[in-house]
């Protein structure tokens, strides 16, 4: 099914968006999308993800810059002449049509009569074969997202855009459509564009995600490398749960960082400070919850040598499911925040007792301490730490 015979990169090349003299909702950006990639823009409401999508699509005019889908300046092109489709949250499905009609659409608008194969064969692809006589009404939520992926397919674009396509469907069915628009995208092997502001879903499905914040490109990466090695508060807080103490370099040697935070001495791997540390300096020090073991202080000599520690109050604990939460009042932090599974539960790690923390050192990433720790938490002001006309280039 592959076809990527009319290929080439999405590149955004000084794009930006300003509406009146007063908005920016996007910032010169450069941007480069490989061919055949499913490529994520991540970011809460107002980061200018959508208005990103928007100019690629053509329903937005750049204010600056311009769009490239391979060697072809395409910025000036209206939306129906550019190799684009876009699916959008509200499917925009034809209640009057049948499914098989519904996807043949776009077929018989170009004069295109025989449709029967082509159309059979798209629907075999999202598996709704023996749908196709089917209303959109008759299906469900995730059914009818599956047909407007069929239907924006239909004519091979080079680019599929999406944005937020899931957002209307509950959360097991939201799970089973990340799954499927992996899978449609890998056998396609078309450049899927996806703008959403869940983490999970991007981190699911993308090769590569933009975490947008202010308008600008905060972070570019592989998901697990976003995730392990953020380099700003924003992405440590947006991109899952961190927790982040403040602390003061000592020493600097031998690939590791030494830094002392109040009652705790913690080591890192210099390679994972996203800032220089200088001895006497201010460096924020993130571990993620799920990273840290939690033991209770009447064993803290089991504790093994050679791990970071902290001592701690159980303030907190939430049972769900898989593992328990734990919030942890400790000198380092006032809410530290550990995830334990729920293997061999002790039955003593409950709300005001007292605990050690511990974890692998590498498993400590390093921040700059001039930004604010909250960044990128539930309501959070969004603040930009990028640099405007910064360039990020995805590579496959």
Not at 344 to 354: N, Q, V, W
Request: proline share 6%; with cysteine; aromatic share 4%.
């Amino acid at each position: 099914m592959t076809d990527t015979t009319a290929g080439g990169d999405v590149r955004l090349s000084g794009i930006s968006k300003t509406y009146g003299n007063s908005f920016t909702a996007v910032h010169p950006l450069d941007l480069t999308v490989p061919q055949g990639s499913f490529f994520a823009l991540l970011g809460a409401s107002g980061c200018g993800k959508t208005t990103t999508l928007r100019m690629i699509a053509g329903l937005e005019d750049p204010t600056t810059g311009t769009v490239l889908l391979g060697d072809r300046d395409v910025t000036s092109l209206p939306p129906h002449k550019r190799p684009v489709n876009t699916v959008f949250q509200s499917y925009a499905l034809f209640p009057h049509l049948s499914i098989h009609e519904n996807v043949a659409f776009g077929l018989r608008r170009r004069g295109i009569r025989s449709v029967k194969k082509p159309v059979g064969d798209m629907l075999d692809l999202v598996q709704l074969g023996d749908l196709a006589q089917r209303r959109p009404h008759q299906l469900s939520g995730g059914q009818q997202q599956r047909v407007a992926v069929a239907r924006a397919l239909i004519n091979h674009p080079q680019v599929l855009l999406l944005d937020e396509p899931l957002g209307a469907l509950d959360l097991k069915l939201r799970r089973q459509m990340q799954l499927e628009l992996k899978r449609i995208q890998t056998e396609v092997g078309i450049t899927f564009v996806h703008v959403t502001h869940d983490q999970e879903e991007a981190m699911t499905m993308a090769d590569t995600v933009a975490v947008m914040n202010g308008g600008r490109v905060e972070q570019l990466g592989a998901p697990a490398e976003l995730y392990e090695n953020p380099r700003t508060t924003f992405v440590a807080n947006f991109l899952g749960t961190s927790n982040l103490i403040q602390a003061e370099v000592v020493s600097v040697g031998g690939g590791t960082v030494e830094v002392t935070a109040p009652g705790a001495t913690l080591r890192l791997p210099a390679e994972r400070c996203a800032t220089t540390p200088a001895v006497g300096g201010a460096l924020l020090v993130g571990v993620r919850p799920e990273k840290i073991s939690l033991t209770h202080a009447d064993d803290a000599d089991t504790v093994a040598a050679g791990r970071n520690r902290v001592t701690g109050t159980i303030a907190d604990a939430g049972f769900i499911g898989v593992s328990t939460q734990y919030v942890i009042d400790s000198p380092v932090c006032p809410e530290l925040e550990v995830y334990a599974q729920n293997i061999e539960r002790d039955p003593r790690l409950t709300p005001g007792a007292a605990v050690i923390l511990h974890w692998n050192p590498d498993h400590t990433f390093g921040l700059d301490a001039a930004q604010s720790p909250s960044a990128g938490t539930v309501g959070a002001t969004a603040t930009a730490t990028a640099t405007a006309g910064e360039t990020v280039e995805a590579t496959p």
